[in-house]
C-alpha cells in the first residue's frame, strides 16, 4: 500500500468517527430527550410528587413513613437507601427469613389491629429493589381504618383515597394492581 492509499482510508476514518460522533454523540440524544419531554414529561422528569407546591417525592421510589397515621410501605431490604438498591438475597427456605417474615406478620397485625392471618404477603417480604412505592390493595385495606382513626377521617373518604391512587394492570393483563403509596401519603398530606 503507498502512502496516499493510507493518507485516504485515515481521512476516511476520521471523516466516518466525526460524523457518527455527531450523529450518535448529539443528535440522537437530543431528539430522545425530546421526545421523552413531549410524551412522557412527567416521567423523563423524576415523576415528581409535590405537597403544596413543594417537591417531597418521586412516585417511583418508595419511602419509609413512620406513625400510624400514614399508610406504610412494604419492608426495605436496604432501609430505603438508593444508593444500596437490592433484596435481601435469603432463599425462601432459610430459617432467618422465615422467623422475620413470622415477626413482621406479628408486628403488621398489632400495628393495623388485625388477624395475623389478614396480612397479606407483600406486607412482611421486601421487593427485589428494596425500593417499591407499591403495595398490594389488600395490604392498603388493613390500613384504612388505622389511618383514618389516626387522622380523624371517615373511612369511607380514606377507602376513596386509596381507590383514587391504585393502579390496575398495565394493558389490562400485565402485573398486578398496586397502591401507589408516596402518592396515598402525599394526598393524605
Not at 450518535?24 to 405537597?51: C, D, E, K, R
Not at 400495628?111 to 406486607?123: R, S
Not at 390493595?137 to 386509596?162: H, M, W
Amino acid at each position: 500500500m503507498s502512502m496516499t492509499s493510507n493518507l485516504r482510508q485515515l481521512g476516511v476514518a476520521v471523516r466516518v468517527l466525526l460524523v457518527f460522533t455527531v450523529v450518535l454523540g448529539v443528535v440522537y440524544p437530543l431528539f430522545m430527550t425530546g421526545a421523552a419531554q413531549a410524551l412522557f414529561h412527567g416521567n423523563a422528569n423524576g415523576s415528581i410528587v409535590t405537597v403544596n407546591g413543594k417537591p417531597v417525592a418521586s412516585d417511583l421510589i418508595g419511602q419509609e413513613y413512620k406513625g400510624a397515621q400514614w399508610f406504610q410501605t412494604r419492608p426495605s431490604a436496604v432501609n430505603y437507601n438508593g444508593e444500596g438498591s437490592g433484596a435481601s438475597q435469603y432463599g425462601p427456605n432459610n430459617p432467618e427469613l422465615v422467623k422475620l417474615i413470622d415477626q413482621r406478620r406479628q408486628e403488621v397485625a398489632k400495628f393495623n389491629g388485625v388477624a395475623p392471618a389478614q396480612v397479606p404477603p407483600d406486607a412482611v417480604t421486601a421487593s427485589g429493589s428494596g425500593l417499591d412505592p407499591g403495595i398490594s390493595p389488600a395490604y392498603a385495606a388493613i390500613q384504612v381504618a388505622r389511618v383514618a382513626r389516626e387522622r380523624g377521617l371517615s373511612v369511607d373518604r380514606v377507602k376513596q383515597l386509596v381507590k383514587d391512587n391504585t393502579h390496575g394492570r398495565v394493558l389490562g393483563f400485565l402485573g398486578e394492581p398496586y397502591v401507589n403509596v408516596v402518592t396515598l401519603n402525599a394526598a393524605l398530606a
